[in-house]
Each structure stands twice: as structure tokens, then as C-alpha cells.
Nanobody, 126 residues
């Protein structure tokens, strides 16, 4: 069965850095998009970053594109999100997600994403 296992969340002061990881297994795709959404209480779910398994095509949300970097492991099934200069507004529950393509991120339609991890909490204190 498909599994998306996240790690790396925690609490950090504003300006600090966290790195999230997501290890995917059992994906029924020869290629796939793997990335992150986040959601804070009272706010809509927001696409953070995503990367396609072939080449280096990436997506970044406007609010994070200058601070976060997404990368993949050599086996294509592990993705990392380095989050620099964290801000209180980055606080939220971060979910790893996977799908055949990255349309769910580019089109801002997380409801179309097929596979989801359980989430890891990121809390940034001012």
C-alpha cells in the first residue's frame, strides 16, 4: 500500500530553519509529483512546494519561493523541504502529498491530489 512518511517538523523561532522529509513507498506510478501542502487553523490549504520525479521541475508557493527549497533523493521517492528564514505565518500542519503530476499544486486544487501523508506540525514563534 502507498505510504508517505513525513519527518522533521517541530518548533522554531522566527528566522530559524527546519528541514522536512517525506519518504514515499508503493506509489503506482513510474513517474510522479511529490510535494507539500500546509494548513493553518482558519485558513485554506496552501500549496507549499512540489517536485516532479524526472528532471528538476519544481513548484513553489509565492510566499515561500525565496526561502524554501525542495529537492529529491537519488531514488526519486524521497523529497526534502529546506525551510529557511521561517516566519510565524509559516506555522501550520504540513502534509506530504503525491500524485501522477503536479497539477494539484499549479492549479491550486489539493482536492485532486490522490495520496497524502499524515502530516507534521511546524510551529514558528515570534
Amino acid at each position: 500500500q502507498v505510504r508517505l512518511v513525513e519527518s522533521g517538523g517541530g518548533s522554531v523561532q522566527a528566522g530559524g530553519t527546519l528541514t522536512l522529509s517525506c519518504a514515499a513507498s508503493g506509489l503506482p506510478y513510474s513517474s510522479h509529483c511529490l510535494g507539500w501542502f500546509r494548513q493553518a487553523p482558519g485558513k485554506e490549504r496552501e500549496g507549499v512546494a512540489a517536485i516532479f520525479s524526472k528532471g528538476s521541475t519544481t513548484y513553489y508557493g509565492d510566499s515561500v519561493k525565496d526561502r524554501f527549497t525542495i529537492s529529491r533523493g537519488n531514488d526519486r521517492n524521497t523529497v526534502y523541504l529546506q525551510m529557511n528564514n521561517l516566519k510565524p505565518e509559516d506555522t501550520g500542519l504540513y502534509h506530504c502529498a503525491a500524485d501522477l503530476g503536479c497539477g494539484g499544486w499549479w492549479d491550486h486544487r489539493p482536492s485532486q491530489i490522490v495520496y497524502w501523508g499524515q502530516g507534521t506540525q511546524v510551529t514558528v514563534s515570534s
